[in-house]
């Protein structure tokens, strides 16, 4: 098994900082102990169907930008968690993902960022659905250990997490 967060990674929710119960496993292998585990996509695909339904509470996918999301649109119902790869500030593929999950295919999972989390993109994160962060950046942990998530106060587009109607427009949405 490979350990893809360094010692400097922590693991935050909308409710805070917690314990990571998932570790990154290159392959199927890690099934074998206990554990939950965040399998890369095609380790998922090779899986047998009745492996990936009995393993379903210790099973998540690692999603790449590059990955196609349709190929597991079928096998949501065998996942906790699917966890989001944003390898650069500039590759925003993840973001699309994230809306289609949680938008178009109801996956009611855990949906987890890893890789370039950063301070800008977390309020929009938040507001597409994803549960989980894995943080590395040094300027994010310290705004989250201050409780500051940041953000704008009113949206004018809808998403995964909706926003109460404003008081005359249904157009306005204002941050509660």
């Known amino acids: 098994m490979t350990e893809t967060t360094t010692p400097e990674t922590r693991l935050w929710t909308p409710q805070g900082f917690r314990e990571d119960e998932w570790a990154h496993a290159e392959s199927a292998d890690a099934l074998s102990g206990n554990g939950r585990f965040i399998l890369p996509l095609q380790a ?14 210790r099973l998540g996918v690692l999603l790449q930008p590059g990955d196609q999301l349709e190929k597991i649109a079928d096998l949501l119902d065998q996942l906790s968690l699917v966890a989001l790869v944003f390898p650069a500030f500039s590759d925003g593929r993840s ?3 994230a809306e289609l999950l949680r938008g178009r295919y109801r996956f009611e999972g855990a949906v987890r960022a890893t890789g370039q989390v950063l301070v800008d993109p977390l309020p929009h994160m938040l507001r597409l659905g994803f549960d989980e962060f894995e943080i590395s950046n040094p300027v994010l942990l310290k705004r989250l250990q201050e409780e500051r998530t940041g953000g704008l106060g009113l949206y004018y587009q809808p998403a995964a997490v909706p926003e109460p109607k404003g008081p005359k427009y249904s157009w306005r949405r204002v941050r509660s």
């Not at 998922?44 to 509470?57: C, G, M, Q, T, W």
């Open 95 to 97: 973001f699309s993902k």
């Open 44 to 57: 998922f695909l090779d899986l047998d169907p009745e492996v990936r339904r009995s393993a379903k509470e």
